[in-house]
């Protein structure tokens, strides 16, 4: 069964009622410089708000959603049908990796950022913005108990992720200046480790 992710004009019309989530996105994307990967850049909602100066690459699994992106992108961006988990370029090859609510999704999380610090170049930025579970125990117990559902109706989307935590398994360094949070949502850079 598709989940709303799956479906590019109905995400695209559930994000129009999401303006803060919007602004968000593209003050995060604001922020990469040089050569960048977005990962799982979905229908391309950000692939509008990069600079001039960006040479962009973008990866999406959904095949459809992709096609939305590169009717999106303004760029000139090289698009990449592919996963977080196989990310189908050399070591080192990024200045800066973007992902905007995708690893509440993505399947294997700690493969993916394991990933993702491969191809950042050492000094490289990672820039994510994603929903976390909710800091309360009442609102994770939520979260916890809506999620088999919520994950079937999105088609992948898991609420009650602690991506910020896996972040830092991974060998990540969150930038303290850069850290927003403001309910469930996370917004920050992180460099690789030494
Ligand atoms: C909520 S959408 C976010 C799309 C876009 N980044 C945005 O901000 O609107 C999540 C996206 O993650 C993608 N995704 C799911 N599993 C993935 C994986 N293993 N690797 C990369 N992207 C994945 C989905 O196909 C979907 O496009």
Same mark, same amino acid.
């Given at each position: 069964?598709?989940?709303?992710?799956?479906?590019?004009?109905?995400?695209?019309?559930?994000?129009? %009622?999401?303006?803060?989530?919007? *602004?968000?996105?593209?003050?995060?994307?604001?922020?990469?410089?040089?050569?960048? @990967?977005?990962?799982?850049?979905?229908?391309?909602?950000?692939?509008?708000?990069?600079?001039?100066? +960006?040479?962009?690459?973008?990866?999406?699994?959904?095949?459809?959603?992709?096609?939305?992106?590169?009717?999106?992108? =303004?760029? =000139?961006?090289?698009?990449?049908?592919?996963?977080?988990?196989?990310?189908?370029?050399? =070591? =080192?090859?990024?200045?800066?990796?973007?992902?905007?609510?995708?690893?509440?999704?993505?399947?294997?999380?700690?493969?993916?950022?394991?990933?993702?610090?491969?191809?950042? *170049?050492?000094?490289?930025?990672?820039?994510? @913005?994603?929903?976390?579970?909710?800091?309360?125990?009442?609102?994770?117990?939520? %979260?916890?108990?809506?999620?088999?559902?919520?994950?079937?109706?999105?088609?992948?989307?898991?609420?009650?992720?602690?991506?910020?935590?896996? +972040?830092?398994?991974?060998?990540?360094?969150?930038?303290?200046?850069?850290?927003?949070?403001?309910?469930?949502?996370?917004?920050?850079?992180?460099?690789?480790?030494?």
């Amino acid at each position: 069964m598709r989940g709303v992710e799956q479906i590019p004009w109905l995400y695209d019309l559930m994000m129009r %009622l999401a303006p803060r989530i919007a *602004r968000w996105r593209s003050e995060l994307v604001a922020g990469a410089h040089g050569r960048v @990967l977005e990962v799982g850049c979905g229908t391309g909602l950000g692939l509008t708000s990069y600079g001039a100066d +960006v040479e962009l690459f973008a990866l999406e699994p959904n095949f459809e959603a992709l096609c939305w992106a590169r009717r999106r992108d =303004d760029h =000139d961006a090289r698009l990449v049908c592919a996963t977080a988990e196989a990310i189908p370029f050399p =070591d =080192d090859a990024f200045d800066c990796v973007v992902s905007s609510l995708v690893f509440c999704s993505v399947p294997d999380a700690d493969r993916g950022l394991g990933e993702i610090k491969r191809v950042l *170049r050492p000094g490289g930025r990672l820039l994510m @913005l994603e929903h976390v579970q909710a800091r309360s125990r009442l609102g994770a117990r939520v %979260l916890d108990w809506i999620q088999p559902a919520w994950t079937l109706v999105s088609g992948g989307c898991h609420p009650n992720r602690d991506t910020v935590a896996a +972040v830092e398994r991974a060998g990540f360094v969150i930038e303290a200046d850069s850290f927003r949070a403001r309910g469930v949502m996370r917004r920050f850079s992180a460099r690789p480790g030494e």
